[in-house]
């Protein structure tokens, strides 16, 4: 897969955000697939609306981009990519 130098900030349905790497379109979905206790697998699909597109510091791939949000908040993630470090934002 591709490096990628854009983020996508959506909003879900109940008012969640999500971090998304790529530029995704204005409204979106996918797929979340969930098991059961009976052995079953359920697919639920979740709608999205892109609330913002961010630059990434650098092309990120799926992994490094996973690294580089594991562990953060959105605020944090989106402070360095603008270029906030640290302090009063």
């Known amino acids: ?4 130098k854009y983020a ?3 909003e879900d349905e109940s008012g969640g955000l999500h971090l998304f790497r790529g530029k ?9 697939f969930t098991d ?3 052995d079953a697998t359920l ?6 609306e892109r609330r913002a597109l961010i630059h990434l ?3 990120m791939s799926s ?4 690294e580089f949000v594991e562990g953060r908040k959105i605020a944090d993630v989106v402070g360095e990519c603008v270029g906030f470090s640290g302090g009063e934002q």
């Open 1 to 4: 897969m591709t490096a990628s």
């Open 8 to 10: 996508t900030i959506a």
């Open 24 to 32: 995704e379109s204005a409204e979106f979905s996918y797929a979340k």
């Open 36 to 38: 059961t206790d009976d």
């Open 43 to 48: 697919m639920e699909r979740i709608t999205y």
């Open 57 to 59: 510091p650098e092309p």
């Open 63 to 66: 992994e490094e981009f996973k």
